[in-house]
């Protein structure tokens, strides 16, 4: 089973405006509305892949009420915590004349103490050794940053596996415990050690360093269109990027993770999984914003992925 947590949701409303200008009245061509936050979203692209997730974290009001909604509708098991305040609703303004993207995002809720014992209760009954949990994303404000640590730290106790795909001192904390599985892109790897990260060997070894340090099983940097590094105990491969038509990068981590979750949960080869993540992130920039991509692209995608031991 794959459980995904999202502590800090949000309702995804894109829109579209052409010739976007502040100071006037901006006219929306087209607009669209999406249950989202990473771990969301990282159930959504299992479901996509034919797989099943169950997804938790705090909802609250109207927003929250949709999310709920919505998940329900596609059929994603899910089991939130409802919070007073209100779920963030998430501005993406696209403007495809002047090719800009604006982010206008809200902070979330406040989460009390209460609220936090209940899911702490959530993860405690749902965690078990055939469970493979995904921690991602950024935590409500007055959450405490040590939370993601506290969690893989009783995950693992239960022998279930931990992937942990944050950024700053939520990953510095979380490493700490341990996870099965991190999935930082180059540059989260580069503040996580507070320094630049000059070349291919550089960042192995950084990785190595982490695997090492602080028992992490399996240590996947994603590059971007460079493509990904993905190194276990045994082996370390590295995945160039598919040339493709990029409509929007948001989110290609997250497929990749959603990928990772599933082989993972499957008990797929680790090569395997490196062409699926690969496919997944791939699959993603081509289509627009938070749009799911097709599982048929993903396979087809995947005759194309080319790696190679280092
Ligand atoms: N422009 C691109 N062209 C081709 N493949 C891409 C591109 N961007 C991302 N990918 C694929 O998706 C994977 C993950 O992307 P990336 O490194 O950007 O993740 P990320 O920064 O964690 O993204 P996010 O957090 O927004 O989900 C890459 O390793 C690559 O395989
Ligand atoms: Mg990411």
Redesign the pocket.
């Known amino acids: 089973m794959i459980i995904t947590v999202t502590l800090n949701p949000a309702v995804d409303k894109t829109v579209e405006i052409n010739d976007l200008h502040i100071n006037r009245v901006n006219r929306v061509a087209s607009a669209r509305v999406d249950a989202g936050g990473k771990g969301i979203n990282v159930s959504k692209v299992i479901l996509n892949l034919e797989g099943k997730s169950k997804a938790i974290g705090f909802l609250g009001g109207k927003a929250g009420t949709f999310i709920k909604g919505y998940l329900d509708e596609m059929g994603i098991a899910n089991e939130f915590v409802f919070v007073k305040g209100e779920t963030r609703t998430n501005l993406k303004i696209v403007d495809p004349m002047q090719h800009t993207n604006t982010d206008i995002n809200e902070i979330g809720p406040d989460i009390t103490l209460e609220d936090s014992k209940k899911i702490d209760n959530i993860i405690s009954e749902s965690v078990n050794e055939k469970t493979v949990i995904v921690f991602s994303g950024s935590v409500p404000p007055n959450v405490d940053l040590a939370t993601y640590q506290k969690w893989i730290q009783r995950a693992k106790e239960k022998g279930a596996k931990a992937i942990l795909d944050a950024d700053g001192e939520l990953l510095q904390l979380g490493i700490e415990a341990g996870p099965y599985l991190i999935k930082p ?1 180059i540059h989260e790897l580069e503040r996580l050690l507070a320094r630049k990260i000059n070349s291919m060997e550089d960042t192995v070894e950084c990785a190595k360093d982490l695997m090492g340090k602080y028992g992490i099983e399996i240590v996947v940097v ?4 460079k ?2 590094l993905f190194l276990n105990k045994q082996v370390t491969i590295f995945a160039e ?2 040339k ?1 038509d ?1 409509k929007s ?6 497929s ?1 993770v959603a990928a990772l979750a599933y082989a993972i949960d499957k008990g797929s080869s680790f090569e395997d999984a490196v062409t699926l993540a ?1 496919a997944a ?2 699959a ?2 081509m289509t627009c914003g938070t749009e799911p991509s097709s599982l048929e692209v993903i396979r087809e995608l995947e005759k194309k992925v080319q790696w190679k031991y280092l």
Do not use: F, Q, R
Not at 222 to 225: A, I, L
């Open positions: 892109n994603s590059m971007g269109e493509g990904a990027g598919i493709v990029v990068t948001v989110g290609a981590g997250d990749m690969v992130g791939t993603n920039v």
